[in-house]
């Protein structure tokens, strides 16, 4: 005799199907857990504010940082790849400060002189 579960009187029978897909490795909870709890929200690496560099600052600047971080990360000498680390930091902090140094300071200036160049010239 069976209930609605598919068991018998020993008990239900529980089918339990895995799927895996190819390219990615089943998670645990732990796994999740360990990996946000080592990694600050603030915290990023030279190839992550590289690319923040690129798109938050002055491309051409911000793509020369991307190369020295990929270089880093590369590198087999620890001395060699922390160089080209920091090097990569100072970069992208540059791409960024010049960006954001344009538009909000030099952009108004402009923007001062073309009027006063259009008031003198009325």
């Known amino acids: 005799m069976s209930d609605f579960t598919g068991g018998d009187r020993n008990g239900p029978s ?3 199907t895995t799927v895996f ?3 990615c490795e089943p998670q645990t909870p732990t796994d999740t857990k360990l990996r946000s709890s080592s990694r600050s929200f603030f915290s990023c690496g030279p190839r992550h504010l590289a690319i923040l560099s690129i798109v938050c600052g ?6 020369k940082a991307l190369l020295l971080a990929l270089k880093a990360e590369k590198e ?11 090097h990569s ?7 960024l400060f010049l960006f954001w140094f344009g538009m909000l ?3 108004p200036l402009l923007l001062i002189l073309i009027s006063y ?5 009325e």
């Open 76 to 86: 087999n000498n620890k001395k060699l790849s922390k160089k080209l680390s920091c």
């Open 117 to 121: 160049i259009l008031a003198e010239v």
């Open 58 to 63: 002055l491309s051409c600047v911000g793509i």
């Open 105 to 107: 300071v030099c952009l």
């Open 14 to 16: 529980v089918e339990e």
């Open 21 to 23: 897909m190819p390219g």
């Open 89 to 95: 930091y100072r970069i992208s902090a540059l791409s």
